[in-house]
């Protein structure tokens, strides 16, 4: 399994951003995805994640705001930011689980991507 994210970037306030994670090795067996970030300093926590089935779960400060997505077709997962605020710099990162609920515990993740820089000026 391999996963490589995109679409980060600068951006001011209140803007938005969508990032993309390209995963490649899925098989038919029941997964997770999910967006976790890590600003410096910091612990990594998670963002949203999402079943194959399509089931999501968010983390309190991004609900409302950020929306979880894949598109099977093409293998990749999506995260659709929007009303960014300074707090959500970070580097994000997409992972895949083995789970079939979506957790946002980094531990039960096992393959990680190399991030993308999210950075949010006010």
């Known amino acids: 399994v391999q996963l490589a994210e995109s679409g980060g970037g600068s951006v001011q306030s209140g803007g938005s951003l969508r990032l993309s994670c390209a995963v490649s090795?899925?098989?038919?067996?029941?997964?997770?995805l999910a967006w976790f970030r890590q600003a410096p300093g910091k612990k990594r926590e998670g963002v949203a994640a999402i079943t194959n089935n399509g089931r999501t779960a968010y983390a309190d400060s991004v609900k409302g705001r950020f929306t979880i997505s894949q598109d099977k077709g093409e293998n990749t997962l999506y995260l659709q930011m929007n009303s960014l605020q300074s707090e959500d710099t970070a580097m994000y990162y997409c992972?895949?689980?083995?789970?079939?609920?979506?957790?946002?515990?980094?531990?039960?993740?096992?393959?990680w991507g190399q991030g993308t820089q999210v950075t949010v000026s006010s």
């Open positions: 992972a895949k689980s083995a789970f079939f609920i979506p957790t946002l515990v980094s531990n039960e993740y096992l393959y």
């Open positions: 090795g899925l098989t038919d067996e029941d997964y997770s």
